[in-house]
């Protein structure tokens, strides 16, 4: 069973906020991802990490930023909230090492609104 | 590039069913495939996965095998149940770097 967590589960928030979203896995994965899933399901990568003080910005473009100091933490942080970061925020994992094995695990997500 | 295309939704079947869920993929050489399904409310969860030509995958009832000459990895069940209502993301990875997500398939199953 994967270990990776997500905090907070919902969040509803005014514009112009700050907010961190949490994520935190147990399982030593190297690898970091954060998606940003639209209504339409569609998910896009927004930012990933290969390791401890490597972050890379993702195909989709993102206002948010994120850093990986420990392993196992790599928040997301929107410096100020607006409606159109509206979203399903996925987190996920992966170990990464060769063809074998080297599927994502995902955390279960922070649904944010912001008003 | 790199990209998968699975099939559109949503679909809607009786219980007991039949079910294909269409995926075909661009890439070079011999990347894993994946199946991952998402029920409301929740993250994606690993279905099943297949890491070379001929391989099949299969987890509670579902079944996709890696076809490179046709370059497919669609998703059969023989018989869907209510419980089966989710959706379905066909994807494929190399080394585990990037992920290619196809855009979702929802699935519901009526009684």
């Known amino acids: 069973e994967a270990d990776i967590y997500q905090t907070p589960r919902y969040l509803v928030i005014g514009t112009g906020k700050k907010i961190t979203l949490e994520c935190s896995q147990t399982m030593g994965h190297d690898k970091m991802y954060w998606y940003q899933q639209d209504p339409g399901m569609e998910l896009h990568l927004i930012h990933y990490s290969y390791g401890v003080n490597s972050t890379e910005k993702g195909d989709l473009s993102s206002e948010s930023t994120v850093s990986r100091i420990r392993t196992e933490h790599f928040p997301l942080t929107l410096e100020s909230a607006r409606p159109s970061h509206t979203s399903q925020y996925l987190c996920?994992?992966?170990?990464?090492?060769?063809?074998?094995?080297?599927?994502?695990?995902f955390g279960p997500g922070t649904r944010l609104t912001v008003l | 590039g790199n990209s998968v295309t699975q099939m559109e939704g949503p679909v809607t079947l009786s219980e007991e069913a039949f079910l294909t869920i269409n995926c075909t993929y661009t890439?070079?050489?011999?990347?894993?495939l994946f199946w991952y399904v998402q029920y409301p409310g929740e993250g994606l969860q690993l279905l099943l996965k297949?890491?070379?030509?001929?391989d099949k995958g299969s987890n509670k009832g579902f079944e996709a095998t890696y076809r490179k000459e046709t370059t497919s990895f669609h998703l059969e069940k023989g018989s869907v149940q209510v419980s089966d209502s989710a959706v379905y993301f066909c994807?494929?990875?190399?080394?585990?770097?990037?992920?290619?997500f196809g855009t979702g398939t929802s699935l519901t199953v009526i009684p």
């Open positions: 996920a994992s992966s170990l990464g090492r060769g063809h074998f094995n080297n599927e994502q695990f």
């Open positions: 994807a494929l990875s190399w080394s585990g770097n990037q992920f290619y």
């Open positions: 890439a070079t050489g011999y990347p894993s």
């Open positions: 297949a890491t070379k030509a001929d």
